[in-house]
C-alpha cells in the first residue's frame, strides 16, 4: 500500500502569506510599529477578537494599527506566527489561516492580502483569542479521567460532587459570574464558563430550561439552517430536521444543560441589582420558588435575548377594545381563533408565522404593514447566502463550522455590504415572480438601504425582513389581507389606520418588535446605569433605525461596556455559540486575575 505523504513544511510556507506573517512578526519583535502598519494597504481592516485588545474591536488602515499597537504590543508581546493550512490564491486575493501566540494565550486568525503597488499588503485581518495559556479547557489529551483508580476510603463520586455544588452555589458560595437569562445564549456561555472552570451561575424565571421556546406559538420553528444553529460543544445530529421546531429546540436546551453540567436555577427571577465599586461586586436580588435570596457575583452577565424586551406599543383604545389583544411574544397559536377576525400589526418574521398559522386554523386575518419589509425565500438564502459556509455542501467541502463562524467574522462590517449585494441581486433574479406578485398585491418590499438585504439588516438594526417559509405566498394571492399604514386608535370593535380605515377585530396581536437589551438593565438596575451602557446592537451605518456614527462593531454585545462588570449576551444561535467564546475568556481572565486592559472601550452616542 502506498502512503500519501502531506507537503513538507517548507511547500507550505513559500508564498506571500508567509512571508508576510514572518515580516509582521519581525516588526513586532523590533517593535517596529510603522513598519508593521506598513505592510496593511492603504484601506484595510483588522478586526480582533480579545487576542490584542481585550475587546472586540476593528480598527481600519495603516493608522489604525498604528493606534492598535502602540496601545498594545508591549503587552500582548505575540509571537509565533505560522500557517496553519496551506495558503491559497483567486481573484487576485491570498487568503491564508494561521495561529500565534500572546504572553497570556493562543490564537488563531485568518489573513487577505491584496498586491498594492509592488508586494502584497493586508487588506483584512482577523485575530481571535481561543485559549489562555495555563487555563486551556479539558478537552481532546487534556478531558477528565473521570474514574479514580486505586483505593480512597474518602471518594466522593461525580453525583456527590454535583449534588455538593447544587447545594452550596448561590446559597453558601457565591457564583462568580450570574448569567441572567437561560435561553440559549446564557446556556451557551454557561457551558463555556463550566469548561473554563469559571462558577458561575444561569438563571431563568421559566420552569424548565427550553421553556422560552415551547411557551411561543405552536406553528414557531427556526428559520436558519442547522448547520448554522449548533451549540457550543455539542453539535446537533446528523439526522437533526434542517429548520427545527420550537418544542424539538425546547428538549434539546434542557438536555443540553443536563450534559453539560450548566450551573442553572430555574423558576428564578431577579429582581433588582445594584454594584459597589468599592466592593467590585454585585448585589442581585432574586425570587426562587418563592425564596428570597441575595447573590452577590463579580460579574453579572444580561443574556435576556436580543429580542427579549418586547415593543408594546401605546395606542388610544387598547383599554376600551373589548376583544383579546397581545405582543406577538405572548401569541399562544392559533387554535382559540378559528372563525374570528385577526388583525396582526406588522409585517417582519413574526407577523408571517403568525398570520400562516392563523389562517391555516381557519381565521379571518389581516397583515398591518407599516414600513416596507425585506423578504427572502428561505430556500434561495440557503443557497445563495448560506451555502458556501453552512450547509451540507459546506460539510462535505470540509468546511467546519468553527472555521466558517471565523469566515464570517473576518469579513469587516464596513465593507460586509459590498459582499452582500451581489449575492441578492442574483435571489432577486431568481425569485423575480415571487416578487412581482408580491408587489402587485401592495406589499411594500424592499432590499436594504443599500440592496445588501437580510444580514445587513439583521445586523444593523435586528429587524425589518422575513425568511419566507411560505406565509408570503398568502399575502400574494390575498389569503391574508393587507392593510397599509400607521394605527390611529383603538375602538371597542376594531382598529383603525390614521387613513380612517376599520379593520374589525376579535383580536389584535402587536408583532412590533423588541426594544434595547438595556432596556433590560433600566427595569432590574437603574436608567442611570442603562443610559452609562446606551444602546444595544447595531453598526453606527447612518441607515434606517441604525443611526450614525459608525462604530464599527455590535454596540455593547459580548465586550466590556460603560458599566464596570456588566456585559451583554445575546443574539442567534449561531451568535451566542461564536461570540460565548470570547465573552467566556474575557470572564476567565478576569476571574484569574490576568490584567485585562481594555483598548478602544466604545462610548455612548444613543441611549436606546
Known amino acids: 500500500m502506498t502512503q500519501t505523504l502531506e507537503p513538507p513544511p517548507a511547500a507550505v510556507q513559500s508564498g506571500p502569506a508567509q512571508t508576510w506573517l514572518t515580516d509582521f512578526e519581525a516588526a513586532l519583535k523590533a517593535r517596529d510599529i510603522p513598519r508593521a502598519a506598513g505592510l496593511f494597504a492603504t484601506k484595510s481592516f483588522w478586526r480582533d477578537l480579545v487576542a490584542f485588545s481585550w475587546n472586540i474591536t476593528t480598527v481600519e488602515d495603516p493608522t489604525g494599527v498604528t493606534d492598535l499597537l502602540s496601545a498594545t504590543l508591549e503587552r500582548v508581546d505575540p509571537s509565533g506566527f505560522a500557517l496553519e493550512e496551506p495558503e491559497a490564491t483567486a481573484d487576485g486575493v491570498t487568503t491564508a489561516w494561521f495561529t500565534f501566540e500572546t504572553a497570556v494565550g493562543r490564537g488563531r486568525g485568518l489573513l487577505r492580502l491584496k498586491v498594492e503597488g509592488d508586494r502584497p499588503k493586508a487588506w483584512t485581518f482577523l485575530t481571535t483569542l481561543y485559549e489562555l495559556k495555563g487555563h486551556e479547557e479539558p478537552r481532546g489529551e487534556r478531558r477528565p479521567k473521570g474514574a479514580e483508580h486505586g483505593v480512597n476510603r474518602d471518594r466522593v463520586t461525580w453525583a456527590e460532587k454535583r449534588q455538593a455544588e447544587a447545594e452550596t452555589l448561590g446559597l453558601t458560595e457565591q457564583p462568580y459570574v450570574l448569567v441572567i437569562g437561560g435561553g440559549q445564549g446564557g446556556i451557551a456561555l454557561g457551558a463555556r464558563l463550566r469548561q473554563l472552570g469559571v462558577p458561575s451561575l444561569v438563571i431563568d424565571r421559566y420552569e424548565r430550561p427550553g421553556d422560552q421556546w415551547r411557551g411561543r406559538y405552536k406553528s414557531l420553528c427556526l428559520h436558519d439552517p442547522v448547520w448554522y444553529d449548533h451549540l457550543p460543544y455539542l453539535k446537533f445530529p446528523d439526522n437533526w430536521p434542517v429548520f427545527a421546531p420550537k418544542d424539538k429546540i425546547g428538549d434539546w436546551l434542557e438536555s443540553y444543560v443536563k450534559v453539560m453540567e450548566v450551573p442553572y436555577w430555574s423558576s428564578t427571577t431577579a429582581t433588582s441589582a445594584s454594584y459597589s465599586e468599592e466592593d467590585g461586586e454585585w448585589t442581585v436580588a432574586v425570587e426562587r420558588g418563592g425564596e428570597e435570596i441575595t447573590l452577590h457575583p463579580k460579574q453579572l452577565i444580561m443574556a435576556t435575548g436580543m429580542s427579549g424586551k418586547p415593543n408594546i406599543p401605546d395606542l388610544p383604545g387598547m383599554d376600551i377594545f373589548e376583544g383579546e389583544q397581545h405582543h406577538s411574544s405572548q401569541h399562544p397559536g392559533p387554535d382559540a381563533y378559528e372563525g374570528k377576525r385577526v388583525v396582526v400589526i406588522g409585517s417582519n418574521n413574526s407577523a408571517f408565522d403568525i398570520c400562516g398559522a392563523l389562517f391555516e386554523h381557519g381565521a379571518d386575518v389581516t397583515m398591518v404593514q407599516r414600513s416596507s419589509t425585506h423578504i427572502v425565500k428561505s430556500d434561495t438564502l440557503m443557497d445563495i447566502g448560506l451555502g458556501d459556509l453552512y450547509s451540507e455542501r459546506a460539510v462535505a467541502s470540509g468546511m467546519t463550522t468553527e472555521k466558517a463562524d471565523l469566515v464570517f467574522a473576518s469579513l469587516p462590517y464596513r465593507i460586509m455590504h459590498e459582499f452582500q449585494i451581489p449575492l441578492y441581486q442574483q435571489m432577486a433574479e431568481r425569485d423575480a415572480d415571487f416578487y412581482a406578485r408580491l408587489e402587485k398585491a401592495g406589499f411594500r418590499h424592499d432590499w436594504g438601504d443599500d440592496g445588501s438585504g437580510l444580514f445587513m439588516k439583521y445586523l444593523r438594526r435586528g429587524s425589518g425582513y422575513y425568511i419566507d417559509v411560505g406565509s408570503a405566498e398568502l399575502v400574494a394571492d390575498g389569503s391574508v389581507k393587507l392593510a397599509q399604514g400607521q394605527v390611529s386608535h383603538l375602538t371597542s370593535s376594531a382598529v383603525v389606520l390614521e387613513d380612517g380605515t376599520e379593520l374589525p377585530a376579535d383580536l389584535v396581536v402587536y408583532a412590533t418588535g423588541y426594544g434595547s437589551m438595556n432596556g433590560w438593565a433600566a427595569d ?32 455593547n454585545m459580548w465586550k466590556p461596556t460603560q458599566q464596570e462588570a456588566l456585559w451583554f449576551h445575546g443574539g442567534n444561535l449561531h451568535q451566542s455559540r461564536h461570540y460565548s467564546l470570547y465573552l467566556a475568556l474575557q470572564l476567565k481572565a478576569r476571574f484569574e486575575g490576568i490584567e485585562t486592559p481594555v483598548y478602544n472601550l466604545a462610548p455612548v452616542h444613543h441611549l436606546s
Open 524 to 555: 432590574l438596575i437603574s436608567q442611570e446605569v442603562a443610559d452609562r451602557v446606551g444602546k444595544c446592537w447595531g453598526l453606527g451605518s447612518d441607515t434606517t433605525k441604525d443611526p450614525g456614527p459608525w462604530e464599527g462593531e455590535q454596540r
